[in-house]
């Protein structure tokens, strides 16, 4: 089981680092919005599920995987 665990461990530290990226992406959303000037190449309400939606969907994905790693090694939700 604890070999299981390690590899549990590393999987899971290795889903963080891609969560931390999309956290980045985001952040960079957020400078670029804050940043902007009226009439000047200005970011459309309209414009920002496409810059958003992609990287929700993959915080949503690195989230299944993860919960899908504590499935295979029994750490299931409680309730």
Known sequence: MSATLAGLKS??????????????????????LNGQTPGANAIELSELSYIIDPIIEREKAILDEVREMFKEVGFTKAG
């Open 11 to 32: 999987q899971i530290m290795d889903r963080m680092e891609a969560m931390e990226s999309e956290i980045i992406a985001l952040r960079c959303v957020t400078g670029l």
